[in-house]
């Protein structure tokens, strides 16, 4: 056994173990795909019963730690995340922390000028061919007239999780998750009129001709035109909460700057 069992008392015994269980994961104690012991020897290791150790197993697979698999050589095995799963555990909180108001739309814009501008660089050096026909499906996606505003959504969405993976840099795409998914809902109702929709595809379109002719100034221009007017939808979106009429705020906001 990697590691030492603490004493556990009866209340909330299997919340105990849990911890002390994921501890040992986190710290490295006990490593990727390696099995752990069996209930019984959980069990007579903590001085509990199987179902004690039993539910402090499923709290640990409710949180992706381990995975159980069936068969002679089945049990349960300490799980390696991919960045995909581990960064999905980021969105929850976010989308919370958005719903609640902690977070609020001037802040979203900002934090995701600040990355992903400084990030052009690296996706213009690092990107791939493949980086560009995701991007294009995303901006086709974008460019539809048809498309509800939750398709609009998840295009913009596809676009922007794509020029950040191009960027090629793990621990911004894992951080990422909560940057554009986390935080997404606080823009998906502002892509309602067709003007509001053009002027994003078009903001769009701008950025990915960059992204193919390796310009980095006409990137960081396009992203700019981008996020200024991002921000102007949003500020139009909490003046129509005094005036009751979003397409109003929206149609001023597709004014205030140029296609």
């Known amino acids: 056994m990697l590691f030492a069992c603490d004493s556990i008392v009866t209340e ?16 490295g104690r006990l490593r990727a795909d390696q099995q752990l012991p069996t209930e019984a020897e959980l069990a007579e290791r903590f001085g509990v019963s199987r179902p ?11 949180q992706n730690l381990i995975r159980s698999k069936r ?17 999905m555990n980021l969105i929850t909180p976010a989308l919370l922390l958005t719903s609640t108001g902690a977070f609020d739309a001037a802040a979203i814009c900002e934090a995701r000028s600040l ?47 794509t020029l950040v993976r191009a960027a090629g840099n793990k621990v911004i795409e894992y951080f990422s998750y909560a940057l554009l998914e986390g935080l997404q809902p606080a823009g998906t109702c502002l892509n309602h009129t067709p003007e509001a929709r053009s002027q994003l595809a078009a903001q769009h379109a701008a950025l990915l001709a960059a992204l193919h002719a390796r310009d980095l100034p006409a990137a960081q221009q396009a992203f700019e035109t981008y996020t200024q007017f991002r921000r102007a939808l949003h500020e139009a979106a909490m003046a129509q909460d005094t005036d009751g009429d979003t397409s109003a705020g929206q149609a001023g906001a597709a004014n205030a700057l140029p296609a």
């Open 71 to 87: 068969g002679p050589a089945g049990g349960n095995f300490v799980n390696c995340p991919t960045l995909h799963e581990a960064g």
């Open 115 to 161: 990355i992903e501008l400084n990030l052009l660089a690296l996706s213009i050096q690092r990107r791939s061919d493949d980086d560009l026909t995701e991007l294009q499906a995303a901006l086709d996606a974008l460019s539809q007239p048809d498309t509800d505003a939750a398709a609009f959504s998840a295009a913009e969405l596809r676009f922007h999780r």
């Open 12 to 27: 909330s015994a299997s919340k105990q173990i849990e911890e002390q269980l994921r501890r040992a994961i986190q710290e």
């Open 52 to 62: 004690t150790i039993r539910e402090a197993l499923k709290r640990l697979a409710a």
